[in-house]
């Protein structure tokens, strides 16, 4: 069962402008979510975190937004650049039993 | 349904005691790799199989073995397993024209070696 779902497999931007991807879940007890960046024949590195208590995590260029309600996060890459071009999955886990499941992943696509 | 499967979901074991891990999909993917999982670490890739008999070694090896005999199934063998191979482990498999995007994985294997 996909209790992660990535439901668009590809986005393409133009240079400078925001990027979203989506990431809808099922499981009300995953509590702990987080965004990995993979480049071709590399494996994902991990990109950024949130836990379900905050609704809100920033790092640099990267936002990641939680709704719990809509069990839904989202990540926006502002401003987006040619090198976040890779492809993007979202995880979530419940800290307790430390289960992780994967979306399939987004290919974000940035043109200059 | 298309999905990615592993077994068991759960291990403890002891040093030196040989165990499988099964993964199988039904996606007639012909490329699927194997991943651990660790804190601070993130996501390492173990070994990956572009096709039937066709398997290559990944970012750490070291200690696993893997077999393709069957395009569904890509088991992760640990021969004598120690405790520093205590992980979360998750299989991942896509089409070969994909095998640098989208990835489906499985739902995780959480071993711990005693």
């Known amino acids: 069962d996909q209790q992660v779902k990535q439901n668009s497999p590809s986005l393409s931007v133009q240079e400078g402008r925001i990027s979203i991807l989506n990431c809808d879940y099922t499981?009300?007890?995953?509590?702990?979510f987080l965004w990995y960046k993979k480049y071709p024949a590399e494996g994902p590195t991990f990109l950024i975190s949130?836990?379900?208590?905050?609704d809100k995590n920033e790092d640099g260029r990267f936002t990641v937004f939680l709704n719990k309600s809509a069990k839904h996060l989202s990540l926006h890459i502002v401003p987006s650049q040619p090198g976040d071009s890779a492809v993007y999955f979202c995880?979530?886990?419940?800290?307790?039993?430390?289960?992780?499941?994967f979306g399939a992943g987004t290919r974000l696509t940035v043109k200059p | 349904e298309a999905q990615v499967t592993q077994n068991p979901r759960y291990l403890i074991t002891v040093t030196g005691k040989k165990l499988t891990v099964t993964c199988s999909q039904n996606?007639?993917?012909?490329?699927m790799s194997w991943y651990r999982q660790d804190p601070g670490l993130g996501l390492r890739q173990i070994y990956y199989?572009?096709?039937?008999?066709?398997?290559d070694k990944g970012d750490v090896p070291e200690g696993y073995k893997v077999s393709r005999k069957e395009k569904r199934n890509f088991p992760l063998i640990l021969e004598s397993p120690s405790p520093n191979q205590t992980s979360l482990y998750f299989c991942?498999?896509?089409?070969?024209?994909?095998?640098?995007?989208?990835?489906?994985f499985g739902p995780g294997t959480r071993l711990t070696v005693l």
């Open positions: 991942a498999s896509s089409h070969l024209s994909d095998s640098a995007d989208t990835q489906y």
């Open positions: 499981n009300s007890m995953f509590d702990y």
């Open positions: 949130i836990s379900s208590i905050k």
């Open positions: 995880a979530a886990s419940a800290l307790d039993n430390n289960d992780m499941r």
């Open positions: 996606m007639n993917h012909e490329y």
């Open positions: 199989s572009m096709n039937v008999e066709v398997t």
